[in-house]
């Protein structure tokens, strides 16, 4: 494939055709914020917070959706684009609750990171916020709709699945926008599955674990990645330990040929955590506690195991 | 808000005339707009029913019709009264004084803006330009465009239809 | 004769028809008041069209909408044959590219320019778009011409399929235009009846046919990625651009989109000739441009005139100056996305560039005529809640900073402004910009960047004083007993917070800082004595 050359911040580098501005930057150890951006996903160009200088042109770049050309120059922390930046991160603040004291993403939130890199603050105002809704239906998602900044990885990510699985989706428009589970129902009454490649992609507290919280906080844990053993996909999941012992399992983004899936989650619970919570099964619309055999579908291989190992059988 | 129950029983025969639309329209590609705008016209608002239709139909996810019915503000989850008035809410219809209009017709039907009322007679629909800015502030009544409104022509308007009713 | 009529149109029996309907047309134009014949065509006649120049509205208002033959007999689809039998598509893009036709749906980019970059790509199936979702308020070109003349875009969305090599057309039309779409459907099936859309056009081997499609509520569908997702059925969000529609756009193929007045200016350039076209309007932005001049305007309508027309001309030669003996303040251009130009500035010439440099925009053509009586701060705070509740909630910028700048005008048109507001709104009309992501977006602090800039001193009377200086914010006006007051009482007894006070017979006096402007007072006042100031 054909190279081309280009600079950034002054650095010159080259990559292969095709590349976007921000991966380039990237591959340099160039890190630019972006909230709405992820490897894995289409680039919609959202949050604004890539924004780039290119000489020759006055109008700013997402380096996100920008190829990278040759001999392009391109300058990522200027002074306007700080200014810019800054802004942006503001009027997601103002619509944001103040709640990372509490938060169980603080530490791992983009927003939280930005805000401190940038020195942004929240202030108070009369105005706007987003509206308080929390959805608690799910034993595994908490969805919570006032921390959401509709940067829509979590519809991306829900939409790469097969359609029939598809659940998340904008809804309404404007300020007033949305992200809703089929129309407009419950974690719990939606088609929702509960793979958490939702979770996973969030960047802030909007879609959360529901099974780590209260277990343990990210500063604070050794987080080991496991490859799955469910399947032949081999789907990859952080273990958390906290003074020594493993208490929670996370999804870690999903890959190509990792899709994720809940099976693969429990399987990884139930293999590397001393006291993994009761796990729950999705019937009719309702969740139901459930046993691990059952959940896990192993009641059939258990019987026959047992059979064929029974003394009494052998011959 | 009322709450509004879609009879399945008698709206089995626009259900099945719709049902043979959006059969027609299956291959098309981008077929999700002209059937949601075909839903919306047949039944005047978009029944939850109807919408799990589409999704049938068209094997579309729930999830994205709900979208895109949310997106697009002519589309609506509850009945459109028989007469639905529009109001023209652009900027010369604004600087000519569509807002007293407004507030007299939410005043003598007493619903506001966005809502039907309850006996499904009348709505009143918020509306972008209807680019008859020569005659404004304008209302149109089911497309009948009304020109030069006033607060004070209104109640005239609004007998106008309700006497069209009685007489049929 | 009636069969014959029904005959398919080819390129060979073009002109036998359009002599045969042009008689016909003739005879029924005939002593018509108001129309006269002109120029080997016809005109409208009467002062409010002298002064105009009508190239894109030549046949409204004349011609019959939903009789293509009449359409034909002035001349319709004589250029689209000329092209199918005599040019190569190369010729008809060089040409267009030569008549430097500035795409007139408000950002001026040149026509001929995107079709060159559609016609480069050698792909099996591409596609043409008519963008006719005139969201603007107060414009009405586009519907107008729908309505008055259909063929014409036919004729201009076929002339653009030929030239880049694309069969298939989409119309994508506002619901609100209800008989605009009717004649629409009415066009289509005539021209598919007559040969002149569908398989073969005119008897050639060219094949083109065109759907419509109708819009649903949602302003930002105007913007070209955003229509193009919802004629793919999708929620209508702007795309964000990593290649140009004209490469890759609807359903990942190279896309045309132009406006409906774009695509009825195409027919006549080739007709008449490019040096023709290139006669009229300036170097910078040649032909000419409609415009809806309405408000406050004594003569409101559709304007058609060269590019370079000056605003006076406009406003006051063509449109009579305000309404009801009032003093004209500004007008209103480029809608939502446009900015308000004071009376001062009434000398610049209508052209892109110019309008650019006095911090407005042309816009769709919309040309909304203030007078004293409107409060610049209150119309800047009207487009904002239009935008704000258009935005379709994407990027940032445009969903959360119009909506702070909202709320930062209402605050202001309420009295509560407070000292830092007015730079606030400055700071952030240049973040939001300067960084989102679509046009509208991009021109959606315009309104309130263009009044901060020539009307400051009413903002400033608003957050310092509390006072409209047009007497137009409900909440800063005060309520005032003249001397007119016969001291008859009525007022103080209606009155709902007791804040009149006074002696029978004599002048009463309202307590201002009691008072809950309900007008109460006012309306039971026998002799007028009360007045809002």
Redesign the interface.
């Known amino acids: 494939m054909k190279n081309v050359t280009l600079t950034i911040n002054g650095k010159t580098l080259s990559v292969p055709s095709g590349t976007t501005v921000f991966d380039a930057a990237r591959s340099l150890g160039v890190e630019i914020p972006a909230l709405c951006h992820h490897e894995s996903l289409p ?6 917070l890539c ?1 780039v200088e290119v000489e020759g042109s006055r109008k ?1 770049q ?1 380096s ?4 990278a050309t040759d001999g392009m120059k391109v300058q990522t922390e200027t002074p306007r684009l700080i200014k ?1 930046r800054r ?2 991160l503001q ?2 603040l ?2 944001h609750p103040n709640d990372c004291l509490t938060c169980q993403k603080a530490g791992e939130c983009l927003l939280q990171k930005y805000a401190y890199q940038y020195g942004v603050t929240f202030r108070e105002h ?3 916020r987003r509206p308080a809704q929390t959805d608690l239906s799910s034993p595994y998602i908490v969805k919570d709709d006032s921390k959401c ?2 940067c ?1 990885r979590c519809v991306r990510t829900c939409d790469q699945v097969e359609k029939e699985r598809q659940v998340l989706a ?1 809804a ?6 949305r992200i809703v589970a089929d129309d407009d129902k419950t974690l719990e009454t939606s088609k929702c599955v509960s793979c958490n490649r939702c979770v996973s992609l969030c960047p802030v507290g909007a879609l959360l674990d529901r099974r780590i919280m209260g277990k343990v906080r990210p500063w604070e844990a050794e987080v080991r990645v496991k490859e799955c053993r469910s399947c032949d996909y081999g789907c990859h999941f952080d273990v958390y330990y906290k003074d020594g012992k493993a208490v929670a399992v996370k999804a870690r983004a999903p890959e190509p040929g990792r899709p994720l899936c809940l099976r693969g989650r429990l399987m990884t619970e139930l293999l590397w955590l001393e006291r993994p919570d009761t796990p729950w099964r999705k019937i009719g619309g309702k969740f139901v506690k459930a046993s691990w055999v059952k959940v896990l579908g192993l009641q059939r291989l258990i019987d026959k195991m047992e059979l064929l190992d029974a003394p009494g059988d052998r011959q | 808000m009322a709450e509004f129950v879609f009879d399945l029983e008698k709206n089995a025969d626009k259900i099945q005339q719709f049902k043979a639309f959006m059969e027609t329209q299956k291959q098309r ?6 059937v ?2 075909d839903a ?1 016209s047949r039944f005047g608002y978009l029944p939850k029913e109807v919408m799990e239709m589409i999704a049938e139909g068209l094997k ?1 996810p729930m999830s ?1 019709i709900y ?2 019915a949310t ?5 609506t989850f509850f009945p459109k009264g028989e007469y639905d008035i ?1 109001v023209c ?8 004084g569509v807002e007293s209009v407004l507030e007299a017709l939410e005043e003598e039907l007493g619903i506001k803006a966005g809502e039907t009322t309850p006996d499904l007679q009348f709505s009143i629909t918020p ?8 005659i ?1 502030p304008v209302v149109s009544v089911n ?1 009948e465009l009304h020109g030069h409104m006033s607060k004070d022509t209104v109640k005239e308007l609004l007998d106008s239809y309700r006497c069209k009713n009685k007489q049929s | 004769m009636i069969t014959t009529e029904r005959d398919l149109i080819t390129i060979e029996n073009l002109r036998e028809v359009r002599e045969r309907a042009r008689v016909k047309l003739d005879g029924r134009l005939k002593g018509v008041s108001g129309i006269a014949a002109w120029e080997g065509g016809y005109k409208l006649t009467g002062p409010f069209y002298e002064k105009q120049q009508r190239v894109v509205l030549r046949n409204c208002g004349i011609i019959d909408p939903e009789n293509v033959e009449e359409y034909v007999a002035l001349g319709g689809y004589s250029a689209l044959a000329m092209l199918l039998k005599d040019w190569d598509p190369k010729r008809v893009i060089d040409e267009m590219t030569r008549s430097n036709l500035r795409g007139r749906g408000g950002a001026g980019f040149p026509t001929g320019r995107k079709w060159a970059e559609a016609y480069r790509h050698d792909v099996p199936q591409k596609y043409i778009i008519c963008n006719a979702d ?7 070109m586009d ?1 107008s011409v729908l309505e008055g003349d259909p063929h014409s875009v036919l004729e201009g969305m076929a002339i653009a399929g030929y030239a880049v090599g694309a069969d298939m057309g989409f119309i994508y039309v506002r ?4 008989l605009a779409v009717e004649r629409l459907r009415t066009a289509i099936a005539e021209a598919h009846e007559r040969g002149l859309l569908g398989e073969r056009i005119l008897g050639s081997d060219f094949s083109f046919d065109i759907e419509l ?7 930002v569908c105007g913007e070209g990625t955003a229509l193009m997702e ?8 702007p795309r ?3 290649y140009r529609t004209s490469h890759r756009g609807l ?1 990942d193929c190279p896309t045309i989109i132009n406006n409906v007045e774009t695509f009825a200016n195409v027919p006549v350039i080739l007709e008449k000739g490019v040096d023709w076209f290139l006669g009229i309007g300036t170097e910078d932005s040649p032909g000419t441009k409609v415009f ?1 001049i ?3 305007v004594n003569n ?2 559709l304007v058609e005139v060269p590019m370079g027309t000056t605003i006076n001309e406009i406003v006051y030669g063509i449109g009579g100056g305000a309404a009801d003996g009032r003093e004209v303040k500004a007008v ?1 251009t480029g ?1 939502p996305s446009g900015g308000c130009i004071p009376k001062s500035l009434f000398d610049t010439p209508v052209d892109f560039g110019s309008l650019a440099r006095i911090g407005s925009i042309m816009g769709s053509g ?1 040309m ?1 005529v ?1 007078d004293d009586t ?1 409060c610049m701060v209150d ?1 800047a705070r ?2 904002l809640d ?1 935008t ?10 445009c ?3 119009t ?2 700048m909202l ?1 930062l005008l209402e605050k202001i048109t309420k009295g509560k402004g407070e000292e830092g507001d007015l730079e606030a709104l400055s ?2 009309g240049e ?1 939001i910009t ?4 679509c046009g509208l977006g991009q021109t959606a602090a315009t309104p309130v960047i263009s009044t901060l800039h020539y009307f400051r001193s009413e903002y400033e009377a608003h957050v310092r004083d509390k006072k409209c200086p047009a007497h137009s914010c409900k909440e800063l006006l005060e309520y005032f007993i003249t001397e007119k007051c016969i001291g008859c009482t009525k007022c103080a007894r209606v009155c709902p917070s007791a804040c009149i006070s006074g002696k029978v017979k004599e002048r009463h006096v309202i307590d201002a800082s009691r008072c809950v402007k309900c007008g109460a007072c006012q309306a039971a006042c026998p002799t007028g004595a009360i007045i809002k100031q």
């Open positions: 680039v919609v160009s959202a949050c604004r924004l700013l997402t996100c959706s920008l190829l810019y802004a942006i009027l997601l103002d619509s009369d105005g706007a900044i509709l829509g904008f309404g428009r404007g300020y007033a926008t | 590609k981008g077929a999700l707009m002209p949601l705008q919306q579309v994205e979208g895109v997106f697009y503000s002519q589309f529009s809410l652009g900027t010369a219809c604004y600087v000519k509306t972008r330009c209807l680019g008859a800015c020569g404004a497309g | 005139e969201g603007d308020p107060g414009a009405f519907r619901a609100e235009y209800p499609r109708l819009g649903s509520g949602a302003f919802s004629i793919e059925g999708k929620r209508g969000m964000t651009k990593v359903w809806c309405v408000g406050k409101a309508g209103q809608g919309g909304v203030m409107d119309i009207f487009f239009f704000v509740d258009e935005s379709c909630g994407k990027c940032v910028p969903r959360e900073g909506k702070r709320e700071e952030l973040v300067s960084t989102s992501l």
